[in-house]
């Protein structure tokens, strides 16, 4: 395989530098295939929303100018008119960091169109896909096609990581399969916050379907700095409320994360919850 394992590339902010070193754009589950365990259940009936102006201005008040900046679905090179648009326009606005674009690698035409229109862009694939693992692998085309691509571009396409957490479709998956997969060695991987394109912070790539009030970090019309505050209060819950939880439990994080039942929940959260129940 021409592809080498894909590693985060993140800026070393100050202490006293707010702003992400990472964020993830979610176009939502819209996509080309259904696999078994994929975590936001994505398929082709899955919901889909462009991206637009208003939205990239409020990332660009999160983000680091040099930060990450992570791009998945479902499948985002099916909206790869929209996405090209995108990356022009943060661009325009200032940023300067390194886009991943995270796929299946079916459409390759479309990926790269998308990875040439910018120097500083890459594509991670979908491991599972890629080599064939648990899922229907990628088509002999497409990986002719990407291979070539990397041979010519080294280092824009790289094989994603193995991982898998039981969250959304892969909750049944795992039990059923006992796959033995890697789960971030068993901890929370503490990812980097989501925007999704209808608008909504939320604070897990991975669960970003599931709309329980500890992962609502606001909206558009929540001040950045108030979204930045709800993050690093997820992260000190993480620490002091869900991984010990887990650990009592002898399960994954992310399987309680999901559903943490009578676990107390941070304070930006109650507000979500009690609209929820009311």
């Known amino acids: 395989m021409v592809f080498s394992a894909y590693e985060d590339r993140r800026p070393e902010l100050d202490d006293d530098d707010e702003r992400l070193a990472e964020i993830h754009l979610y176009f939502g589950s819209f996509c080309n295939r259904s696999c078994d365990f994929c975590v936001v259940f994505g398929s082709p ?3 889909v929303a462009e991206v637009d102006a208003p939205l990239l201005d409020n990332l660009l008040e999160l983000i680091h100018p040099e930060a990450q900046f992570k791009i998945y679905g479902g499948e985002p090179t099916l909206l790869s008119d929209n996405l090209l648009w995108a ?4 661009r325009q606005g200032g940023f300067a960091g390194r886009f991943v674009i995270f796929s299946n690698g079916v459409q390759a035409d479309r990926l790269i169109r998308l990875l040439d229109a910018d120097e500083h862009s890459c594509c991670a694939l979908n491991y599972s896909i890629l080599t064939g693992t648990d899922a229907e692998p990628l088509p002999a085309a497409a990986l002719r096609t990407l291979s070539a691509y990397e041979c010519d571009h080294p280092g824009r396409i790289f094989a994603g990581h193995a991982a898998l957490v039981e969250v959304g479709r892969a909750v049944d998956w795992e039990r059923e399969q006992s796959s033995g997969r890697d789960d971030f060695a068993g901890a929370c991987p503490r990812c980097h916050p989501v925007v999704t394109t209808r608008g909504q912070h939320h604070a ?3 669960a970003v379907e599931n709309s329980a009030a500890h992962y609502q970090l606001g909206n558009l ?3 950045p700095e108030e979204v930045l505050s709800n993050f690093r209060a997820f992260l000190e819950w993480i620490d002091a ?3 010990p939880a887990a650990g009592r439990q002898r399960r994954h994080p992310c399987a309680v994360c999901v559903a943490p039942e009578d676990l107390p929940m941070p304070a930006y959260a109650i507000p979500f919850a009690t609209a929820a129940q009311s």
């Open 45 to 47: 009936e899955g919901w």
């Open 87 to 90: 990356c022009r326009y943060l």
């Open 204 to 206: 897990c790539p991975f």
């Open 221 to 223: 019309e929540t001040p």
């Open 241 to 243: 409320v869900l991984e």
